[in-house]
């Protein structure tokens, strides 16, 4: 477990920033640090062209119980989190650059509170994890961990993460087709 106490702040932005989120399944916010500095931010969000369609009156990957786990994520219309907080970091003069040895601390709201677990969490969207491992030099990943009362920080350097999250989207798929998705 990571034990940056300098994670905190940016962890508590990152909440603020899922909880702006209009995907109508997925809470989520991401910022990129680096010290004490924010250099980007994102959050979950469905592309203006979408508004009015059936994401906002439920998720159409949803309408199958079997897509979970990242599985068909290609489906989602939504932005997400991480995607956003690099887009916005590659639109900056030297964004790749200024990239090096940052870190992404990712947040996940429900019914406006923290979704905060004891287990380490599984990453699994291959689609996020490309973008972080391929298109940027940040240093890794943070996600938050309940140790007891205190919330901790799990570490995923970027090309760990992207093997991880293919490696947790293979297993859900091997299960959604077991169950029967198409």
């Given at each position: ?29 991401a910022l990129i640090f680096k010290d ?113 009362k205190t919330t901790r920080f799990v ?6 993460f992207a093997q991880i999250s293919l ?16």
């Open positions: 477990m990571h034990q940056s106490e300098q994670a905190m702040p940016f962890y508590q932005m990152a909440l603020v920033l899922a909880d702006r989120s209009d995907c109508s399944e997925a809470k989520f916010g004490s500095t924010v250099l980007s931010s994102g959050h979950n969000y469905v592309y203006p062209h979408f508004k009015g369609t059936s994401c906002e009156k439920g998720c159409p990957r949803r309408a199958m119980p079997s897509l979970r786990g990242g599985v068909a994520s290609d489906t989602c219309i939504a932005v997400h989190a991480e995607e956003d907080a690099v887009n916005n970091l590659l639109r900056l003069p030297g964004g790749v650059e200024r990239a090096a040895s940052t870190m992404m601390v990712v947040a996940h709201v429900k019914d406006r509170k923290p979704v905060v677990s004891q287990e380490i969490p599984k990453p699994r969207c291959t689609r996020c994890a490309n973008k972080i491992a391929h298109e940027t030099h940040i240093e890794g990943v943070l996600f938050p961990v309940l140790d007891g570490f995923f350097g970027r090309e760990e490696k947790n989207l293979a297993a859900n798929t091997m299960n959604a087709l077991a169950t029967g998705a198409h």
